[in-house]
């Protein structure tokens, strides 16, 4: 069993920032992705970012080159550095962990789904997931 406990989200104005923390505890060696993602109401959840057991990354295109994942080892913490937030941005964020699984798997990956929409998945079979952290971004 993984714990995961996220913090961090808050209410900012648009173009601000935010830090989420995702502590992880538990049985966490046989980690191979963790990933953060998002659901705002009325929508599909989405993958946003992921971070793989050889710290390779992955990001969503309507996040990439603003938010940064990262993993502090010693810490066994998931971090989100999310900047030049927008009210698109809002929406409850959500830490995963999956076991078992490979670089590919931890891919965060867009299909066109109509009129120039993009949804973003992460395939990875992610088993462990956190209570969730709310982000609202004003305009």
């Known amino acids: 069993e993984v714990q995961l406990a996220e913090s961090g989200g808050g209410s900012v104005q648009a173009g601000g920032s935010l830090r989420l923390s995702c502590a992880a505890s538990g049985d966490t060696y046989s980690t191979s992705c963790m990933a953060w993602f998002r659901q705002a109401p009325g929508k599909e959840r989405e993958g946003v970012a992921s971070?793989?057991?050889?710290?390779?990354?992955s990001y969503s295109d309507s996040v990439k080159g603003r938010f940064t994942i990262s993993h502090d080892n010693a810490k066994n913490t998931l971090f989100l550095e999310m900047n030049s937030l927008s009210p698109e941005d809002t929406a409850m964020y959500y830490c995963?962990?999956?076991?078992?699984?490979?670089?590919?798997?931890?891919?965060?990956?867009?299909?066109?789904?109509?009129?120039?929409?993009?949804?973003?998945?992460?395939?990875?079979?992610?088993?462990?997931w956190g209570q969730g952290t709310q982000v609202t971004v004003s305009s």
């Open positions: 995963a962990v999956e076991t078992g699984g490979t670089p590919d798997t931890c891919l965060v990956v867009g299909s066109l789904v109509d009129s120039g929409r993009w949804s973003w998945t992460i395939q990875g079979d992610f088993g462990y």
């Open positions: 971070i793989d057991s050889d710290g390779g990354t």
